[in-house]
């Protein structure tokens, strides 16, 4: 099965549906679980469609199978409009996303034309995606980066089993030659919205083959066993890796900017940072057990984490504890998430994600440092 850019998407009867504009992936397993489907010029729609409906797929066509009704298929995305008393409240039934903009709603008042309403109100737009929850979308376009942080080209279509694994992204290189190459996920370091991060160097993609369709012809297995705990494992235990990592750098950037007199949350930082390097080498010495390389560069870490940098020193013991706490519950948090995935495919790596967490958690609760992670 070949998944590639702007394929028209056929129904069972031949109806044109559209062109393919982004593909769903789960970016743990690298299993394909739906393409988006645009139509339309003036008035765009996009249309989610499972790959489990998904007959047959080329380069140029994808047929869906019989028994479809492709007017039931949801859109990409759900326009919700809620209501707010003010522009600094939330609404009663739901959250507002983060840096939401709002605008005063208004109402039509027979002759007097559009008022504002007798109670001021305001309206947001939340836009909720129609997706699986930790799924992903790579667009053909999207960059590909390499392990070395240079972008050496776009996703020009992706290569799947029959039942949705992906087996290769097909690369189209940046250079003057437009050159494709046919990348095995096993290279793929980490999928994140929007782009493709390889675990191996430029140098080692430049040395695949030219791609010609139909050379490759992945077969209708999932991943063993083997491969999706090498797989599945890596990339959380990369995740973990980075986060501690980061853990060290910010402990020791609060430490140099604290007060002198701070000696007794220097020594419960210090303390801290002892039990994660620690946990950092168990997580290194389970990624060489699959196989898989720590990567600690800066430029790894930096890329990896979503959070916000920690603010420039000094600082007051009260407010290094509580930026410290922070980044610590979010931490725990990607930690948890982690652990959770990690259960059933690979049960070592789980353990020592799990050992790790609880000793953070023990740390907290006989710290005399105040460290809150509620």
Known sequence: MEISENARVYSAHDEHLGKIDRIVIDPVTRKLSHIVVRSGVFLPAEKVIPVADIATATPERVNLVTGVDPDQYPPFEDQHYVLFSSPDEGPVSQTTPPGVSTMPAYAWY????????PHESFVSTVAARNIPEHAVTIQPGSPVIAHDHDVIGEVAEVLATKSGYAT????KDGGLSSMHRAIP???????VEGSVRLAVDGAVVSALPPFVPGDVDPSDEAPSKEDATVQIGGYRLQTALSDVTDLTLQIQHLRWNLPEREDELRANLDDFDALVRAGADSIAQRMNELGVAPDGRVNTIYHDLPYEPLAAGPFDAATAIRAFSQRLAQQLHRLAESMAVLSEPDAESHKVLQTLYEEIHRWSEESTAGIDLV
């Open 110 to 117: 027979g002759q007097h034309g559009v008022l504002p309403p």
């Open 168 to 171: 290769h992204i097909v690369l």
């Open 185 to 191: 996920v096993t290279f793929v370091d980490r999928l």
